[in-house]
């Protein structure tokens, strides 16, 4: 079959799926009023509650929410279970779970001073529910910053030639935020200007690498991260985020138009096998594709950092379900990329999908298709490979520097709430910067990292129950994002049930390794079940009133 086919298709599909079912969400569930005032108007601090025009805060929301998440996912799940299940999750999952999830969990947060989904927990779920689903959410997203700044000092590392446009597309953006925010310029023709010294950087990198070492680049984006968390949104986040957005925009739409111009057949199986190295199909392909179809670090974001900076709740529509909507478009580019620029399995040709991966890892397995099919206009291999790296390498910072920002919102809202001296924003973010910086040290996060999708797609589960209860106090139709909360939660304690069971336990008494994920698995389990459990009791008692 035809991978240009599938691929409008899949658009076609995206678009009625936003224009349609986000039509119905609204009228029956959220019913945006835009005389109503938003977080960022009435909370308004020049720091974090900033309201934020519409196409600038869908590129900070867009760039947070998106990261390695959503190209890294369907490369796997495509090499370990074929297209066929991958494809299937993208369009269904994006659908009717992951744009349910993202636009709820935002407009919830909105609707309650602009506070996380965890401390919302607390009014529509229990006291104990939003303890321990704080807690836990403060740890994973310690663990994003640890890992994120590893993978971004390891990039820069092995490619200095791109040291220039990262370093550079800061100050840019601090350049941008302080043109559209104090001088007033139009966000178009800023956004022009910007391309132009993007470009600029990007040359300039090339001309003149900055050759580092590890630890120097991984000190670097921690510090940078560190000051970043506490800066005032409209300074660096805002136009950081939106710069990184416009890179993406522009290589979707080139990745695309490469794809339609190569038209490739798809080389790969619809569907190779039911087992692989990661665990059966069901549940697992749910979990190794989470931010191309739901994740919860989306509500994470979302309720962070987006809800506060919503100008109009009738936006909320445009950042939440849209960008959710994207990022299911970018996965499903990056799936067909694989299985259609890409030759399937092992080979001795630069283009064979498994030999790449054995020797590159997915980024480098995204870049090499993306560059293949992008070649097909012109652009010479090596350039268009390096752009799409380029592409990735933005939203990984990006990410790296949201997540401290929500860990010190976390942890100034409810772990540290009554302490005036640890709720201070600098304080906050330097425990979390801390915390993440021994695990990275010490390399102890890679032995709790395999726990981690499991554990990242039970905070969209328990999201999805939080804003099920909310919705039900407000006596709207809930099953929209009940069944999906449902589905999620199943789904996600069996995966980490197979993971405890049958990767960890049995070589617990072998390895300290081993050993901490069996503990920290059965943990996420439990955790899973008690706040599941009381969220349904709390959303039955609210139908019968």
Same mark, same amino acid.
């Given at each position: 079959?035809?991978?240009?086919?599938?691929?409008?298709?899949?658009?076609?599909?995206?678009?009625? /799926?936003?224009?349609?079912?986000?039509?119905?969400?609204?009228?029956?569930?959220?019913?945006?009023? *835009?005389?109503?005032?938003?977080?960022?108007?009435?909370?308004?601090?020049?720091?974090?509650?900033?309201?934020?025009?519409?196409?600038?805060?869908?590129?900070?929301?867009?760039?947070?929410?998106?990261?390695?998440?959503?190209?890294?996912?369907?490369?796997?799940?495509?090499?370990?279970?074929?297209?066929?299940?991958?494809?299937?999750? @993208?369009?269904?999952?994006?659908?009717?779970?992951?744009?349910?999830?993202?636009?709820?969990?935002?407009?919830?947060?909105?609707?309650?001073?602009?506070?996380?989904?965890?401390?919302?927990?607390?009014?529509?779920?229990?006291?104990?529910?939003?303890?321990?689903?704080?807690?836990?959410?403060?740890?994973? #997203?310690?663990?994003?910053?640890?890992?994120?700044?590893?993978? %971004?000092?390891?990039?820069?590392?092995? =490619?200095?030639?791109?040291?220039?446009?990262?370093?550079?597309?800061?100050?840019?953006?601090?350049?941008?935020?302080?043109?559209?925010?104090?001088?007033?310029?139009?966000?178009?023709?800023?956004?022009?200007?910007?391309?132009?010294?993007?470009?600029?950087?990007?040359?300039?990198?090339?001309?003149?690498?900055?050759?580092?070492?590890?630890?120097?680049?991984?000190?670097?984006?921690?510090?940078?991260?560190?000051?970043? &968390?506490?800066?005032?949104?409209?300074?660096?986040?805002?136009?950081?985020?939106?710069?990184?957005?416009?890179?993406?925009?522009?290589?979707?739409?080139?990745?695309?138009?490469?794809?339609?111009?190569?038209?490739?057949?798809?080389?790969?199986?619809?569907?190779?096998?039911?087992?692989?190295?990661?665990?059966?199909?069901?549940?697992?392909?749910?979990?190794?594709?989470?931010?191309?179809? @739901?994740?919860?670090?989306?509500?994470?974001?979302? &309720?962070?950092?987006?809800?506060?900076?919503?100008?109009?709740?009738?936006?909320?529509?445009?950042?939440?379900?849209?960008?959710?909507?994207?990022?299911?478009?970018?996965? #499903?580019?990056?799936?067909?990329?694989?299985?259609?620029?890409?030759?399937?399995?092992?080979?001795?040709?630069?283009?064979?999908?498994?030999?790449? +991966?054995?020797?590159?890892?997915?980024?480098?397995?995204?870049?090499?298709?993306?560059?293949?099919?992008?070649?097909?206009?012109?652009?010479?291999?090596?350039?268009?490979?390096?752009?799409?790296?380029?592409?990735?390498?933005?939203?990984?910072?990006?990410?790296?520097?949201?997540?401290?920002?929500? &860990?010190?919102?976390?942890?100034?809202?409810?772990?540290? =709430?009554?302490?005036?001296?640890?709720? *201070?924003?600098?304080?906050?973010?330097?425990?979390? /910067?801390? #915390?993440?910086?021994?695990?990275?040290?010490?390399?102890?996060?890679?032995?709790?990292?395999?726990?981690?999708?499991?554990?990242?797609? +039970?905070?969209?589960?328990?999201?999805?129950?939080?804003?099920?209860?909310?919705?039900?106090?407000?006596?709207?139709? %809930?099953?929209? &994002?009940?069944?999906?909360?449902?589905?999620?939660?199943?789904?996600?304690?069996?995966?980490?049930?197979?993971?405890?069971?049958?990767?960890?336990?049995?070589?617990? %008494?072998?390895?300290?390794?081993?050993?901490?994920?069996?503990?920290?698995?059965?943990?996420?389990?439990?955790?899973?079940?008690?706040?599941?459990?009381?969220?349904?009791?709390?959303?039955?008692? =609210?139908?019968?009133?």
């Amino acid at each position: 079959m035809n991978a240009g086919v599938i691929a409008i298709l899949g658009l076609i599909w995206f678009f009625i /799926i936003y224009k349609f079912y986000g039509d119905l969400l609204d009228r029956k569930v959220i019913k945006p009023n *835009n005389s109503q005032k938003t977080p960022a108007h009435e909370l308004y601090d020049g720091v974090d509650y900033v309201p934020a025009p519409p196409s600038v805060l869908f590129g900070h929301h867009f760039s947070s929410i998106a990261g390695a998440g959503p190209i890294v996912g369907p490369i796997l799940a495509y090499s370990l279970f074929g297209w066929g299940p991958a494809l299937l999750w @993208i369009l269904l999952g994006t659908a009717f779970i992951g744009m349910v999830h993202d636009y709820f969990s935002l407009m919830t947060s909105v609707r309650n001073k602009g506070v996380s989904i965890a401390e919302i927990a607390e009014t529509v779920i229990s006291r104990t529910a939003k303890w321990l689903f704080s807690v836990f959410v403060w740890f994973s #997203l310690v663990l994003v910053i640890a890992v994120f700044s590893v993978i %971004t000092a390891q990039t820069l590392e092995a =490619k200095p030639q791109i040291a220039i446009p990262t370093l550079g597309l800061i100050v840019l953006a601090i350049l941008f935020g302080l043109a559209v925010y104090r001088l007033k310029m139009k966000v178009l023709p800023a956004t022009l200007i910007a391309w132009v010294l993007l470009f600029v950087l990007v040359w300039l990198g090339y001309k003149f690498p900055i050759k580092a070492g590890f630890n120097t680049w991984f000190y670097v984006f921690l510090i940078y991260a560190f000051i970043a &968390s506490g800066l005032p949104v409209w300074f660096l986040l805002q136009p950081r985020d939106y710069l990184s957005m416009t890179i993406l925009f522009v290589g979707l739409i080139v990745g695309y138009v490469g794809l339609f111009a190569m038209h490739p057949h798809v080389s790969g199986p619809v569907y190779h096998k039911f087992t692989s190295s990661q665990g059966p199909l069901v549940p697992m392909l749910f979990i190794i594709i989470a931010c191309g179809a @739901i994740s919860g670090f989306h509500s994470l974001v979302g &309720s962070g950092t987006t809800a506060k900076q919503l100008d109009k709740e009738g936006h909320g529509r445009i950042v939440g379900s849209g960008a959710m909507i994207f990022e299911g478009i970018l996965a #499903l580019l990056v799936l067909l990329l694989m299985a259609g620029a890409l030759h399937w399995g092992e080979g001795k040709g630069q283009f064979f999908l498994h030999s790449i +991966l054995g020797k590159g890892g997915p980024i480098v397995a995204f870049g090499t298709g993306f560059g293949r099919a992008v070649s097909t206009l012109g652009a010479s291999l090596s350039a268009a490979t390096a752009f799409g790296i380029l592409m990735l390498n933005a939203f990984v910072l990006t990410s790296l520097d949201t997540s401290v920002r929500l &860990s010190r919102f976390v942890f100034q809202e409810a772990i540290a =709430k009554n302490s005036r001296w640890l709720t *201070n924003r600098w304080v906050a973010a330097f425990v979390g /910067i801390a #915390l993440a910086w021994s695990f990275a040290a010490t390399n102890s996060w890679k032995i709790i990292w395999p726990a981690f999708g499991g554990a990242n797609q +039970l905070v969209a589960a328990l999201s999805l129950f939080t804003v099920t209860a909310y919705i039900a106090g407000l006596k709207r139709p %809930t099953l929209y &994002s009940l069944i999906p909360a449902i589905f999620m939660w199943l789904v996600t304690e069996s995966a980490l049930g197979y993971l405890l069971i049958f990767k960890f336990a049995p070589h617990a %008494t072998k390895s300290t390794g081993k050993l901490l994920l069996t503990l920290v698995t059965a943990t996420l389990i439990v955790l899973g079940i008690m706040v599941g459990y009381e969220a349904l009791l709390s959303i039955k008692k =609210k139908w019968k009133k």
